[in-house]
């Protein structure tokens, strides 16, 4: 009986930490239910490239990165699918046309020369936005909202002109990213550095623009899709009679192994000639969302009492323990999603809704095998403990298919489907745990009880009722 | 109740053969409109799908509902005239469209023009889906190959369990289940439009995984029959083992279609026909476990003279009940 109750404490322990976790830990919900947009992005190999490889995707990951980063979502998801496509997720973007237009199309990398006039100007802006964060603290402190609030529009609003000045500082030299071979992460010494490596005609170019930027003494800008990614300086000492020549060079700055391999990426995104196309778009409103939430849970609830009801009238004794058993699995379960942080998707709640239905097939099979045990003239006792040990290979045998066809599922299935996959697999392995473990402690304790060691609350119609009292 | 599985069998073939016979019918009907033996959705063919909803907390929105007539005219003007128009809900102040693969230009073109034509659309009730056409291709050969490896393993899986025969005529029930589930869609395509998407063939996957549960239970009381008493023709056998197994058959199977017809009524529309199809593909998982899978076992043990096994001189393990478990 020592083992019996360890387990008894067990289960219960289980039910107190799963709730904590399902009331804690916060359910992620897919796309489809809080609403937003889902974009996949296809790479195409061209006449240069022919096979896009995880090097090139990566590359090509960056540069989305950077453009999505542009748009101002909170929390976008952006990853590879497949061998040359990316995966996009945009929460509580309702119309995604503003990222789809700045989604299309080629990197655009080029390296740009300092129009020394400008620059005075871009100083003085610097300084005004500058001034302006400064002022920043001192206002959280007086905690004057409406001036908090109006001096970070005039940030934001000098955050911009910035921008267009440095645009206006620097001007393009026919330099692009067609002419980048490729740029590397390197160790210097001890420094980190990006190297990069031009072709015949990028060195050409390369040259004369690093000659004139050391005889006057200005920067260089690296730009991707119009965005200052590096604006490096050439030694005047060094290079003011040839450039750089030879088409290699090196980019060293203040660069720890992180923001060199970051530059290192934008970079190659860039200098790919890769178009990128959107293949598939699948948008969400957030109402339709909650529609979709609201109309699982009524579906989820009325599956579950239907099934409760079931194995209780036709069942009874054993049916209720099943029943306790059931809430216990879809306790379980779900606090496993909110853990394992499962994303949840329309899809995932009817795989998890469906395994309610399947997990009591287990106990169906038990309390049957049990039942036929009993009318075969067992005592009560050891009726229980057959229909358990007796049943064992046909639920081993039924979950494990079902398992072939999750993992089928999951390996091969794109999206969607593998949400299904996950939440079906998960459901079919704890059930395993409460439809045999934790229905047969409940059971056993139960029979420990006196009063309830009565063969017709197990099964009715007994034919020539055997003494299954007297050994137990 | 007891059912005689073994003399009546000409009859549960004969029905599971009728029923496989509609669906090719209706699938070789289908074949010469569409040429696709079900009606695929963009899922599979590519194309865009638009949702669109009237806002109603705008004044004078939603005076009228929205007449299919005045999108078909729209749409026309767009050069989109082959496309489906759908107005749905109660109140008719909402639209599907389905169309050709639209870019986001082309898109957002067609929603203004709506717009201005029908009124103003809820943004939080939008839903757009569009799928490439090689996407939609990709799709569906990555779902047919899931089937395909599903197949195999459990084959695998049960011929290492059991015996090869066992598996094979597991495999049987399994494709007389998902046949009678692709036809009956065939069948709803043809008369109703039903399309078939990629959740079709998750519910096809999950029949196949589910559905093969009973004629497991069935196999496994066969086999532990035949242990216990090994004299005994194969026929006996298994009439025996599908009546001892006749509840648990039918209750698993009905637990699973409660919660299944309380998604089927309260899951939404995007999981209706998810739902259907898997009421069709368990209701027809417990009967070819039942009636054709048995059956066929048996009838292939008598015609290869294995109706009766050797009987064999170790005990087996039903004689022992102290044995726990967990």
Known sequence: MGRQRGLLLLILALVIASIVVIVKVPTRLGLDLQGGSQLTIQVKPTEEIKKITERELEAVQKVIEGRINGLGVSEPVIQTAGEDQVLVQLPGVDNPLQAERVLGGTAQLDFRSENPTQIAFLRVRQEELQELQAKQPALEKAGDQAAIAANQAAIAAKEKQVEDAIKQVYEKTGLDGRYLKDARTELQGNVWAVGISFDQKGADLFAALTKKAAQTNTRLGIFLDDKLLSSPSVDPGQFSQTGITGGNAVITGNFTAESARELELQLRGGSLPVPIQIVENRTVGATLGQDSIRSSIIAGIGGLTLVLVFMIVYYRLPGVIAAIALVIYALLTFAAFNLLGVTLTLPGIAGFILSIGMAVDANVLIFERTREEIKAGKTLYRSVESGFFRAFSSILDSNVTTLIACAALFWLGAGLVRGFALTLALGVVISMFTAITCSRTLMLYVLSIQSLRKPELFCPNIPNKPSAEATS | ?326
Not at chain 2, 15 to 43: C, E, H, K, V, Y
Not at chain 2, 77 to 94: D, F, K, N, R
Not at chain 2, 268 to 277: R, V
């Open chain 2, 1 to 326: 109740m007891k059912l005689n599985v073994i003399r009546q069998r000409g009859l549960w073939w004969a029905i599971s053969s009728a029923l496989i016979l509609a669906g090719l019918a209706a699938m070789a009907i289908l074949w010469t409109q569409i040429q696709a033996p079900l009606r695929p959705s963009l899922d599979f063919v590519g194309g865009t799908r638009l949702q669109f909803e009237l806002d109603c907390t705008k004044p004078n929105n939603c005076d009228q509902p929205i007449q299919t007539a005045a999108v078909r005219d729209v749409l026309d003007t767009q050069g989109l005239a082959g496309s489906t128009i759908q107005v749905l809900g109660q109140e008719q102040h909402a639209v599907t469209i389905r169309t050709t693969t639209l870019d986001v230009d082309q898109r957002s073109k067609l929603q203004s023009a709506l717009e201005s034509k029908i009124g103003t659309f809820d943004v939080k009730k939008t839903q757009i889906d569009t799928v490439g056409p090689t996407i939609g291709r990709q799709l569906f050969s990555s779902g047919l190959l899931s089937l395909i490896v599903s197949f195999a393993g459990i084959a695998l899986y049960l011929t290492i369990r059991y015996q090869f025969d066992y598996a094979v005529f597991a495999i049987v029930a399994l494709l007389h289940d998902v046949l009678i589930t692709i036809g009956f869609f065939a069948i709803l395509g043809l008369i109703n439009g039903t399309e078939v998407d990629s959740l079709f063939i998750v519910a096809l996957l999950t029949i196949v995984g589910f559905s093969v549960n009973d004629t497991v239970v069935i196999y496994d009381r066969v086999r532990e029959t035949i242990s216990l008493s090994p004299g005994r023709h194969i026929n006996d056998i298994v009439d025996d083992a599908v009546n001892q197994t006749l509840t648990r058959s039918i209750n698993t199977t009905l637990t699973v279609l409660l919660t299944l017809t309380s998604l089927f009524l309260f899951g939404g529309e995007t999981l209706k026909n998810f739902a259907l199809a898997l009421i069709i593909g368990f209701t027809m998982g417990a009967y070819s476990s039942i009636f054709i899978a048995s059956t066929l076992l048996a009838l292939w043990r008598e015609r290869t003279g294995n109706a009766i096994a050797p009987v064999s001189a170790t005990p087996t393990e039903a004689t022992v009940s102290k044995d726990s478990l967990g």
